[in-house]
């Protein structure tokens, strides 16, 4: 009788012990989540919102965002894309399309350049705040 109790004690125990599968997933994606840091909007160049590219790229800062899951961060993570992009004023923006514009701008990582995806994903500065409201 004792060997029974202690037996079914001990089978109690192990299956209180084993993890709850659904939360672990939850706290894998948090824990991605909280190392990637906020999701960065990231804008086609647009002449008229960041400067004629012959003179203005000198104030644009050439930085790296990672593409993971659909989305931009500044963070990576294992997994995620290097994008080199530009920023100005906390804003982040693809390079010129123009072909004239490969190999300018010497701090520019040429080697993760945008791909098509990036560019059809980037946000167009120009119609931004359209159709909202009263013009």
Same mark, same amino acid.
């Given at each position: 009788m004792r060997?029974r109790n202690?037996?079914a004690?001990l089978v109690?125990g192990a299956?209180v012990?084993?993890p %709850?599968?659904?939360s672990a997933?939850? +706290?894998?994606g948090? %824990?991605?989540? $909280?190392?990637?840091g906020?999701?960065? +909007?990231? =804008?086609a160049y +647009?002449q008229?919102a /960041?400067?004629?590219?012959h003179?203005? =790229?000198k104030?644009w800062?050439p930085?790296?965002? =990672? /593409?993971y899951?659909g989305?931009?961060y500044?963070k +990576?993570?294992?997994?995620?894309?290097?994008?080199?992009?530009?920023? @100005? %004023?906390?804003?982040? /923006?693809?390079p010129?399309?123009?072909r $004239? /514009?490969v190999g300018k &701008?010497?701090r520019? %990582?040429?080697?993760?350049?945008p791909i098509?995806?990036? @560019?059809?994903?980037?946000?167009?500065? &120009?119609d931004?705040?359209r159709?909202r409201?009263k013009?």
């Open positions: 060997i202690v037996v004690a109690l299956a012990a084993v %709850n599968a659904a997933q939850v +706290s894998v948090v %824990n991605i989540g $909280a190392r990637l906020p999701e960065v +909007s990231l =804008y +647009s008229p /960041f400067g004629d590219w003179t203005a =790229y104030q800062t930085t790296t965002v =990672y /593409f899951n989305h931009y500044r +990576s993570v294992k997994g995620a894309r290097a994008v080199a992009v530009y920023s @100005r %004023n906390g804003e982040y /923006f693809m010129p399309e123009d $004239a /514009f &701008d010497k520019y %990582n040429n080697k993760r350049a098509a995806e990036d @560019r059809g994903r980037a946000k167009n500065k &120009d931004e705040g159709g409201g013009p």
